[in-house]
């Protein structure tokens, strides 16, 4: 059975969904940059083994990024799925996991990369937000995109209406991308991700609603 090392550092709740999808993949292992990671108690109490490298002990982002190459490979995973890994990892890391390296962002990417993406959208008066799976490339927040899922804006919207909208979306399609990756329904070329036998329908969002 193919595998997956899912890296978090926080919170851990797209690891949770990952845990909960039933994918066709074992989780080999969940490691954090943080100690303090909620997430972690969240996998340890569901069985899975969890490594911290606290990256306060290393002496700077290429030693870092080494010891997480190292444990990393340890496990043989197909696939590394950053989960609210909040940390900045160097070229030579993205590009030893070339193509097995994916990422979720809380937004409709290109748009809003980096830090506070709803504040962000918000602040550009948006009037559809949402998220993205990702391949991880050297550019942050970049890469090619996998799945993207759209929420209205709506206008009593705060940061943290918005974001718990966003995070719904995150939640079905991080586990359907894996899924995908999985399944080897992932075709990378260039810039582009084809998905075969993926649903489409001809539904279109429409924000603010169109009247009648
Ligand atoms: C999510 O919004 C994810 O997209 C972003 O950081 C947040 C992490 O949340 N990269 P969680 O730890 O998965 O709950």
Redesign the pocket.
Known sequence: MKSLVIL?S??????QALMEANLPARIAAVISNKPEAA?LDIARRRGYETIVLDQRSYAGREVFDQKLAEVIDAYAPDLVAL??FMRLLGDSFVSRYEGRLIN???SLLPAFPGLHPHRQALKEGVKVHG?TVHFVTAETDRGPIIIQAAVQVIPSDTEETL?ARV?QQ?HRIYPEAVRWFMEDRLKLSDNSVEVSDADFDDSILYSPGLSK
């Open positions: 978090i926080g919170r851990g709740s797209n690891m997430g989960a609210g979720i962002h809380p998220c974001a995070l995150e």
